[in-house]
């Protein structure tokens, strides 16, 4: 089948792409399949909001710490080894906390423990794969490569929620680590059968690829930190849906295992329509589409607070999952893009930082919050945040957060970093 290299769809040409991307499909269902069995394994354990939250925040600490220097290791290093690593690593977390669970040995302190193991596999794996995106369809099809991995991500959050619920509901938890576990064992297989001689060529870094060097990158590129100033606002108080939707679900709706899990769902259908949308609007993608975009966001999150049944919420879900999605593709193309090839590992390690780094400590708030001022105020919360903080930068950047008209990602070497911006 012939593919149209200017199309939606013109990643698919690549082979390496095609096998990487039916391999993260099954590793997607998985991943959301266990992030819905131990959200709710926790609140089996617990009733605690504030233990979702810290086991929220453990699972995401490690991006604090290694995520940085994840993506130096893939500057200096053959990511297709790292990715192969990473994920033995994560898929041996995975597979002992679905041992426990099946052989009732579960502890809490089993949970916390594995779930910031993942978290070291996750910090180092995402800004590796990220960058590597670049190798496995070249510079011309990063963007389009980014929509539809953000397709193919949403798919999974479509069925492993759901898959989830239902096997919760007439199994328990265990099964879903399980089959997570597993899952780690394809996206293995996809990317030993890649083929080196079709990976396209980028420069690496031959010194020491230090996170320094890609610090004074992004400061030196307004564009650039504009963008992962409205992230950092975005992401860390918006995108706390794990915890919102475990929260409305059980104690303003008091539905059950299912219930919550379709939540997932739904949030997922407008992620993939978002995702699937973004493949179309490559056109639009501009820091101040990014910004635009948190804003709208935020004002969706608000109007979800306000929903009064589970269904209105449900249905609003989407709503959120469209506008999060659009503007998090848009940010995380820019910043691939844009970039240049020897410190973009580093760079999307920033980014990544940015990204997670502060849900660490904002969520184990947002479980302290939903259970003192009640969950529907802190979605609000939730909610004003990014639209404040992407009004200040709008308003402080707009004139400086284009591409610079004199910046190619062809050209620029580390020495010229102090001149650009």
């Not at 940085?68 to 994920?87: E, I, P, S, W, Y």
């Not at 977390?93 to 041992?99: K, T, V």
């Not at 009064?308 to 249905?315: D, E, F, G, Q, V």
């Not at 503007?327 to 990204?355: C, E, H, K, W």
């Amino acid at each position: 089948m012939q593919i149209d290299p200017h199309g939606n769809w013109r990643a698919f040409r690549h082979r390496n792409f095609r096998i990487l991307f039916a391999s993260n499909a099954v590793a997607n269902i998985g991943s959301w399949a266990q992030r819905i069995a131990q959200d709710w394994l926790v609140l089996e354990l617990t009733h605690s909001g504030t233990y979702l939250g810290i086991v929220t925040g453990l699972q995401f600490a490690p991006v604090l710490f290694f995520s940085l220097h994840g993506g130096a290791l893939g500057d200096r290093f053959d990511k297709q080894k790292v990715l192969v690593a990473t994920n033995l690593v994560g898929g041996a977390a995975s597979g002992i906390l679905g041992l426990l669970v099946v052989s009732h040995h579960i502890q809490i302190w089993h949970i916390f423990i594995l779930a910031f193991v993942l978290g070291v596999s996750s910090a180092v794996d995402a800004p590796v794969r990220m960058a590597f995106s670049a190798e496995v369809v070249g510079k011309d099809d990063v963007a389009n490569a980014v929509s539809l991995n953000s397709a193919n991500f949403n798919s999974g959050r479509i069925i492993g929620p759901a898959l989830s619920g239902l096997s919760i509901a007439a199994f328990g938890t265990g099964p879903s680590f399980i089959l997570n576990a597993l899952s780690y064992a394809t996206i293995i297989f996809g990317i030993l059968k890649l083929r080196k001689s079709e990976f396209f060529s980028m420069p690496r870094s031959t010194g020491s690829a230090n996170v320094r060097e890609g610090m004074k990158y992004v400061i030196a590129r307004p564009d650039l930190y504009a963008i992962m100033i409205v992230v950092f606002f975005t992401a860390t108080f918006g995108l706390n849906f794990q915890i919102f939707n475990a929260m409305m679900a059980t104690e303003v709706f008091h539905r059950g295992a299912a219930s919550f899990g379709l939540l997932g769902t739904a949030l997922a259908v407008g992620a993939l329509a978002g995702a699937l949308l973004s493949a179309r609007m490559e056109g639009y993608r501009k820091t101040v589409f990014v910004i635009y975009g948190s804003i709208t966001f935020g004002i969706s999150l608000i109007a979800l607070a306000f929903m009064p049944t589970y269904l209105l919420y449900a249905l609003w879900l989407p709503i959120c999952g469209v506008t999060a999605l659009t503007t998090m593709i848009a940010a995380n193309s820019l910043m691939q893009v844009n970039s240049d090839p020897v410190v973009r590992g580093r760079v999307m390690g920033i980014y990544l930082f940015v990204f997670m780094g502060g849900t660490p400590f904002i969520s184990p708030l947002v479980g302290v919050m939903s259970e003192k001022i009640g969950v529907r105020l802190t979605i609000i919360t939730g909610g004003i945040v990014p639209v404040l903080a992407s009004v200040v930068v709008l308003l402080k950047y707009r004139q400086r957060v284009e591409v610079p008209q004199d910046f190619s990602i062809d050209v620029v070497l580390p020495s010229t970093y102090d001149n650009k911006g």
